[in-house]
């Protein structure tokens, strides 16, 4: 993805990511944390939430909040596919969801089926 890519970069940064790097740091080491709050990244970057907001869709194409929701459910995907979890409701914790119930909506939105059934297709 381009924010794991970006992780990877230390040199030839833009502008725009260097003012949002210390924010894409944490939120890469804390991306399955149930307690991530999204709302407070631009503090660490000492600048606005909506400038905050408006750097990060330019330079990774979507919402803080749609990147951790994307790669918390591409994760689970995995886990489902792995087999390492022995059910969806160690696969919603282990991805940093703490409500079952939501996890398995966003999952059956992202894959068009419930968690329950993807793991057998």
Do not use: W
Not at 48 to 68: D, H, L, M, N, Q
Not at 104 to 112: H, M
């Amino acid at each position: 993805s381009k924010l794991e890519q970006s992780m990877e970069k230390t040199e030839n940064e833009s502008p725009e990511e260097e003012r949002i790097a210390s924010a894409v740091r944490y939120l890469q080491e804390h991306l399955f944390d149930t307690d991530l709050r999204i709302s407070n990244l631009h503090e660490l970057c000492k600048i606005s939430a909506p400038t905050f907001r408006k750097i990060f869709e330019e330079v990774y194409g979507c919402t803080p909040k749609k990147y951790v929701l994307q790669q918390r459910i591409q994760s689970a995907a995995e886990l489902l596919r792995s087999g390492e979890c022995s059910n969806i409701a160690e696969v919603a914790a282990a991805v940093g969801f703490d409500d079952q119930l939501y996890y398995s909506k966003c999952f059956k939105q992202f894959y068009g089926v419930p968690p329950s059934s993807y793991k057998f297709i």
